[in-house]
């Protein structure tokens, strides 16, 4: 597609619930980021992906947090046992080069999912 | 540590008149990159400008032009000739060379375009 694109824009999860996020980067590019959005806040970064290698999984709040690129294009974001304090929007982004590379390294997002955990 | 600060959660301003938004940064890199990203309501993060702290010259893009003040650690997006279609949550936002691949946002603030 032209952009990243985010599937589901919309999930609501029981608490205890296991979901999965996905997301469809621009075809080609190199660098896949997970962002986590609160509401009224800024993104905070989750995780890094350079091709299919998680190079950066920093952000992670908890180990109940897990995201995979298996073929260095799809990424899911799955979080386990989810918790109200998950409730966000959770964003993605992916970059033509290696972020390393340059600092000048445009991401593109995607619309992102809402989450919200009942 | 590194840090972006924006301290205006909300700026009015009214169609065909200039805004800035503020941003102010914090890192010990001595290289790093500085963007601004516009958030409509549907939530998708449109990338408006880049600057890299070693560019001498201030970066435009049409209607957008940041103001970099290195010394003040200040970076802030000026837009001129306001539209409608600006009202948004804008948010700064830096990638320190050495820290990491991923960037660091501000809170964001919010622009109301009235006609």
Redesign the interface.
């Known amino acids: 597609g032209a952009g990243v694109s985010q599937s589901p824009r919309y999930k609501v999860a029981k608490r205890g619930q296991d979901v999965a996020l996905r997301c469809d980067p621009i075809s080609g590019h190199v660098?896949l980021?997970w962002?986590q959005q609160a509401l009224?806040?800024?993104?905070?970064?989750l995780t890094?992906f350079q091709n299919e290698a998680q190079?950066?999984k920093?952000?992670l709040p908890s180990d109940r947090f897990f995201a995979e690129r298996p073929e260095g294009s799809v990424s899911t974001l799955k979080i386990q046992r989810t918790q109200q304090e998950d409730s966000a929007?959770y964003?993605c982004?992916s970059s033509l080069r290696q972020?390393?590379l340059s600092?000048?390294?445009?991401?593109?997002?995607?619309?992102?999912t809402?989450l919200t955990v009942v | 540590a590194q840090k972006i600060t924006q301290t205006q959660p909300g700026m009015f301003v009214q169609e065909k008149e200039a805004v800035t938004l503020d941003c102010t940064y914090d890192t010990s890199d001595p290289s790093y990159g500085l963007f601004w990203y516009k958030q409509p309501s549907s939530g998708e993060m449109i990338f408006l400008i880049y600057q890299g702290s070693y560019d001498q010259q201030n970066a435009t893009e049409g209607r957008y032009s940041l103001n970099f003040q290195k010394a003040r650690k200040s970076a802030n997006l000026v837009i001129s000739a306001s539209q409608l279609g600006d009202s948004a949550m804008y948010f700064c936002a830096m990638r320190p060379n050495q820290a990491g691949t991923a960037l660091i946002f501000g809170k964001g603030t919010t622009l109301s375009v009235s006609s």
């Open positions: 660098s980021f962002y009224g806040q800024g993104p905070e970064f890094y190079l950066d920093s952000g929007v964003l982004a972020a390393s600092m000048n390294t445009e991401a593109f997002f995607g619309q992102g809402r």
